[in-house]
């Protein structure tokens, strides 16, 4: 089964900052990776598809980048409706699997 | 709208079963891919099972493989996961997902979640 790592585990930052996520597969997955939000206590919200591909409706400070193992989740301007939980996903293949998620808050 | 709705949760024995549904409305059921996904209480989101449009293809997480059984019925728009021999590490918040148009994964639609508590 493929592996799915994030880096890092949380971080905290100002308002109007720039985040980087990053998330690794232990195989190459060409981009069939997606990136999800996770506000506390809400179901998980699709941001990012095919590494890239930002979803109807979702912020333009969102953006995703990468293909094979390594890709990035950036958020370009962080706003306080951007605190949560953020995982990456492969769906290259059954078993899809998730990263442990990256916990994004305000300092 | 666009919207699942999960149900069948609730507190269950270790050993015993329970079978979750999801009822999809707003969209054409039958064209999409669909999914369970669960997240453990204070953990993060693990992929269950998945079922293609037509029912051809099932697949199943290892930590459920011969215990779990995912069904459809798009004449009801209703997507079902069979759970039987359940175990305490089952426990969690059990979400059914979409796939995104004529793909398999990246989920789009994801219901409210139903939770399962295995525990004696």
């Known amino acids: 089964d493929i592996q799915m790592t994030q880096s890092p585990s949380s971080l905290s930052a100002s308002v109007g900052d720039r985040v980087t996520i990053t998330c690794r597969a232990s195989?190459?997955?060409?981009?069939?990776l997606a990136w999800y939000q996770q506000r506390p206590g809400k179901v998980p919200k699709l941001l990012i598809y095919?590494?890239?591909i930002l979803q109807l409706g979702v912020p333009s400070r969102f953006s995703g980048s990468g293909s094979g193992t390594d890709f990035t989740l950036i958020i370009s301007s962080l706003q306080p409706e951007d605190v949560a939980t953020y995982y990456c996903?492969?769906?290259?293949?059954?078993?899809?699997?998730f990263g442990p998620g990256t916990k994004v808050d305000i300092k | 709208e666009v919207q699942l709705v999960e149900s069948g949760g609730g507190l269950v024995q270790p050993g015993k079963s329970l079978r979750l549904s999801c009822t999809a409305s707003?969209?054409?059921?039958?064209?999409?891919?669909m999914h369970w996904v669960r997240q453990a209480p204070g953990k993060g989101l693990e992929w269950v099972s998945s079922?293609?449009?037509?029912?051809?293809?099932?697949d199943y997480a290892d930590s459920v493989r011969g215990r779990f059984t995912i069904s459809r019925d798009n004449a009801k728009n209703s997507l079902y996961l069979q759970m039987n021999s359940l175990r305490a590490e089952d426990t969690a918040l059990y979400y059914c997902?979409?796939?995104?148009?004529?793909?398999?994964?990246?989920?789009?639609?994801w219901g409210q979640g139903t939770m399962v508590t295995v525990s004696s």
């Open positions: 997902a979409r796939a995104r148009p004529t793909e398999w994964g990246a989920f789009d639609i």
């Open positions: 707003g969209f054409i059921f039958g064209d999409y891919a």
């Open positions: 079922i293609r449009w037509n029912s051809g293809n099932m």
């Open positions: 195989q190459g997955i060409d981009n069939y």
């Open positions: 095919a590494a890239s």
């Open positions: 996903q492969n769906y290259d293949s059954a078993p899809s699997t």
